[in-house]
């Protein structure tokens, strides 16, 4: 009998998550019809929680652990926390990335709990502090207006962790990526896309004239080059793409695009020859079968799963996503299609891309380049991250570790992409705010008529804000 | 004094900082970029992701197969937990491999026909092979009747796994296992029109009802006893390669072909004085390309095998299979050929006789005697004819496919000639005369430089009104000439078949 209601509620979710999917997509259609896109968000809000509900259910039924059922009211009450303090601070922000977040969030706990308890409630507690901490930053991106003057010390600060890491980082799967602090194992890379994105859009919102763009470049070259010498390629290829979509939007130049493809495949073909632990990604991605004793085990235990998980997964507690070395982590994506299902991990996919889009459609918007720098920039990190991640699990692309934003486990990912999140709906809300203040001076702002009719570009469509 | 001033100095300074972003938000304005360049982004990342998303579903749709079937998935086990394994099936319904259930609940693989096919249908323990281990997922699967499974999980009781119906001939099967008697050694045999796999022998054999008890002793044996030898045999072709010999020939001659003479002496010296001679020194006289082929004339392709072209060979046999995965759904191996321009003249005969580094599995040639006897068109092999629910509803069939042309029409008719040639006037007339016709080529492969060992080998076709054509390959170890131990074998296959059979 149990078996039936795990089967049911396994439907059942891939069902909530469609609808979940499709409506982010679909609320675009009503972008004049503010209750109608309300009406949605609502509808949204609830599937996440029938959906974490659904999730926890089945663990529960299966583990007969009692403590679940506290753990689970924990969640909802700090999500209904996020939504209310949303609801009553930040009613500018936008509501489709605060559900994308949530929902993401409550994924990840259904399934690390699913996994291992203990580290369930490890993120939970980290996920408490993050919560408190990105709340406030809407508030701070709102009212503080000098982040654009610490330029240098973005860069120093950046450089700093980084070498700080190359010197006295933990090697782990051959790669340095983090320092142990008070006990807590300390990811700076995670870190320093944030502050890397404020230097060069500190950088680049001015007039770019040679000099300044040397500048630039060579800083960004050189956190790149530290991430190399770590052998942390994954972040390297985040910083890397980042800088030149940022540098390619700042000087409207397309030449600095082809320059920057053309490197990247030069970069990778160089690391190929040159690292051996990258040779060995590069075969474990050709053929990991041929080296599942070796290189090939993680990525074939991936595949195992995903592929016996098919379009609809084993179920909930059903298959054995342990058997992925750190699948927490980097390959969480494989536990979840395993799972839940290749259906599922296809709207995963969909509703990252809803979150590109809602930072990108930011950036778009904002009329201050600083801002418009800093969106794309955060947006170009976690898209890269979605795709490397996501590409390497699958056997897409070689696996380069790095985690997929707000689903896998790991304190230093969650937080700084919370802080994303909290950084891009501070954004949101400066933007309400100029629309009102333009408004108000009706007639004095040249940048007014712009925005009547929500005619502002063609890519408008995707505005989402509430103008109330 | 003066340092108040200071401060206040350094106070409004910093209130300037502070407020600066009045001065900021009017200097904005004009820096609002173009939208071109975040269409460009966004299409990147679009293209980026759609990639990836259509990865998945090729993923999901077609290279799931091999990874969910591989057998180091240990995820195999969790379908296995919820649905008994179906059974194996011949093409006339007997029963291969089924799961037996004990009045204690207690789940027991069951093989009726004990050693007979044995390798073919394979193991379900120890890492599993054969059937069981390829088509593993297939029989864990239930496709049994919704209201049925639905009942299953109620009562919690275990769903039945599909059924595979294979393309296995029991009789057949008898025929070949039975024909090879106490030699070791491997029969195939598959009808060239369809691609259906009738027979896998493989000897020496075992008992899969017995695998656990005997686990030990199979894997520590010297004779590899667990090896598909049919499909996974490594073997010295012997005469048996004079095909493709045959085959460079005539494309680097397609015009003089015909006009080819050799007179056999008994023996083909090499550059440095080694002399390759024929079996049993017999001396062949005055041999055209045809009668060579027909009288498996050993000196006349060691002559020719001087003057070919490495490229042109190697590409050959590149296209005929060599070095590469055997299309059928079991456990394979590669075949192995080398001819390189700078080998000796004695490495470079012996290659073109079959002797050399050539190495074949009995698939292999029994593929190239289908794609022979099929003008050219090989046909996809395959041993899962159809797959049927617990209730005996078909959820799938497969469908004869074709594979790939191996050989032109023209190079496959000479082919088909000369190996009808060896019948009538070469070393298989003991062929001839039968109610159905045949074509084929002897072999009788050295396996060691130090004594006369050979294994004997027969690879070939036959054919008769009203009936699909069958191909063969036999090989024999360690016994004699093709001609006297490996005909027999197939000559039993053919009879059973063609006589009575319809």
Same mark, same amino acid.
């Given at each position: ?468 | ?29 004009? *820096? ?354 159809? *797959? ?115």
């Amino acid at each position: 009998m149990d078996h039936l209601v795990m089967l049911i509620s396994k439907y059942i979710m891939i069902f909530l998550f469609l609808i979940y999917t499709f409506e982010c997509f679909h609320v675009f259609k009503f972008t004049e019809n503010k209750e109608k896109q309300k009406s949605i968000y609502k509808k949204q809000r609830r599937n996440i929680f029938l959906l974490h509900f659904m999730g926890f259910l089945v663990i529960f039924i299966s583990t007969l652990n009692p403590f679940i059922i506290g753990f689970y009211l924990m969640q909802v009450v700090l999500f209904s926390g996020i939504f209310l303090i949303y609801k009553m601070f930040y009613k500018k922000a936008s509501e489709l990335l605060l559900n994308n977040m949530c929902m993401f969030l409550s994924i990840s706990f259904i399934i690390i709990t699913r996994i291992s308890v203990e580290k369930a409630m490890k993120q939970f507690m980290i996920l408490v502090l993050a919560a408190i901490f990105s709340l406030l930053i809407p508030l701070t991106i709102r009212n503080v207006k000098f982040f654009r003057k610490f330029t240098w010390m973005y860069a120093a600060v950046g450089i700093l962790s980084l070498l700080l890491i190359l010197v006295a980082g933990r090697t782990s799967y051959g790669a340095k990526l983090s320092v142990s602090v008070l006990g807590f194992s300390f990811q700076a890379s995670e870190f320093v896309k944030i502050s890397f994105v404020f230097f060069v859009a500190s950088m680049l919102e001015k007039n770019v004239d040679r000099k300044r763009l040397i500048i630039t470049t060579s800083i960004a070259a050189l956190h790149v080059l530290i991430l190399i010498a770590s052998k942390d390629l994954g972040s390297a290829f985040i910083f890397f793409v980042t800088y030149t979509m940022m540098l390619y939007v700042a000087t409207e130049n397309v030449l600095y695009l082809f320059g920057g493809f053309f490197s990247t495949f030069l970069g990778l073909f160089i690391a190929s020859q040159l690292f051996s632990h990258v040779k060995q990604r590069i075969v474990a991605w050709k053929n990991p079968l041929s080296v599942i004793d070796k290189e090939g085990y993680q990525v074939c235990q991936s595949l195992f799963a995903i592929g016996t998980g098919g379009w609809f997964g084993l179920g909930l507690c059903q298959g054995r996503p342990d058997k992925i070395p750190v699948v927490v982590q980097d390959f969480i994506f494989a536990a979840i299609s395993e799972e839940l299902g290749g259906v599922f991990a296809l709207c995963i996919i969909m509703i990252c891309i809803s979150c590109f889009l809602m930072i990108l459609n930011i950036s778009i918007e904002m009329k201050d380049s600083f801002y418009q720098m800093i969106a794309l920039g955060l947006g170009t990190t976690y898209a890269i991250q979605v795709f490397l991640t996501i590409g390497g699990v699958t056997k897409f692309i070689p696996s380069t570790g790095v985690t997929l934003p707000l689903v896998s486990y790991g304190g230093s990912s969650l937080l700084s992409t919370m802080i994303i999140f909290g950084i891009i709906q501070g954004l949101y809300i400066i933007h309400y705010d100029r629309y009102i203040d333009n408004n108000k001076g009706s007639g004095t702002g040249k940048t007014n008529s712009q925005h009547v009719g929500g005619g502002i570009n063609s890519e408008s469509k995707y505005t989402l804000e509430e103008y109330d | 004094m003066s340092q108040n001033t200071h401060l206040k100095n350094m106070i409004n300074k910093i209130k300037d900082f502070l407020n600066s972003n009045q001065a900021e938000v009017d200097r904005q304005e004009n *820096v609002k970029k173009s939208n071109k360049q975040y269409t460009v982004v966004m299409y990147i990342f679009f293209f980026m992701f759609l990639c990836l998303m259509g990865y998945f579903l090729y993923f999901q749709m077609v290279a799931r197969e091999k990874y969910v079937n591989s057998p180091y998935n240990s995820l195999q086990n969790v379908m296995a937990e919820h649905v008994d394994k179906g059974k194996i099936l011949t093409n006339d319904g007997r029963v291969l491999a089924e799961t037996q259930i004990s009045n204690d609940g207690t789940r027991k693989r069951v093989y009726p026909y004990n050693n007979l096919f044995a390798h073919v249908v394979g193991y379900d323990t120890h890492g599993k092979a054969g059937l069981e281990n390829k088509e593993n997922i297939k029989l864990t699967t239930s496709h049994d009747v919704m209201f049925t499974q639905l009942y299953n999980e109620v009562t919690q009781k275990k769903n039945k796994g599909d059924n595979i119906i294979t393309t296995l001939d029991y009789d057949i099967q008898k025929v070949a296992y039975e024909g090879l008697g106490k030699f070791d050694g491997a029969v195939i045999v598959i009808q060239p029109s369809t691609g259906k796999v009738l027979s896998i022998v493989s000897k020496p054999d075992f008992n899969p009802n017995l695998i656990d008890e005997n686990w030990k002793q199979l894997i520590s044996s010297t004779d590899s006893v667990l090896y598909n030898r049919a499909t996974q045999g490594k073997y010295t072709p012997g005469s048996v390669f004079k095909i493709f010999t045959t085959l460079e020939y005539y494309n680097e001659n397609k015009s003089t072909y015909k006009d080819f003479k050799y007179r056999c002496r008994g023996g083909e010296a090499a550059s440095n004085g080694y002399i390759l001679h024929d079996a049993g020194n017999e001396k062949h006289g005055l041999v055209n390309l045809k009668t060579a082929f027909a009288e498996s004339c050993n000196s006349a392709y060691a002559h020719i095998a001087k003057s070919l072209d490495a490229k042109g060979f190697t590409a050959l046999c590149d296209s005929l299979l060599f070095g590469k995965d055997l299309p059928l759904n079991l456990e394979t191996s590669k075949s192995k050929f080398s001819f390189n321009d700078n080998d000796s003249d004695f490495i470079k005969m012996s290659t073109g006789i079959g002797q050399g580094k050539t190495l074949v599995s009995p698939l292999h040639m029994a593929l190239v005697a289908c794609a022979i006897d099929n003008n050219g068109i090989l046909m996809k092999p395959y041993l899962v004819d159809k *797959v049927q629910n617990a209730n005996g509803d078909t959820i799938s069939e497969t469908k004869p496919k074709k594979y790939k042309e191996l050989l032109e029409q023209n190079q496959s008719g000479i082919m088909q000639e000369y190996m009808e040639e060896v019948v009538k006037e070469g070393t298989a007339t003991r062929l001839k005369g039968q109610s159905y016709k045949c074509f084929g080529k002897t072999g009788t492969a050295q396996i060691a430089d130090s004594d006369d060992t050979t294994n004997a080998w027969f690879v070939g076709y036959g054919k008769k009104e009203g009936y699909e054509d069958i191909a063969v390959a036999v090989v024999v170890e360690k016994s004699g000439y093709g001609s006297k131990y490996a005909i027999p074998v197939a000559k039993k296959i053919f009879d059973k078949y063609f006589n009575t059979k319809n």
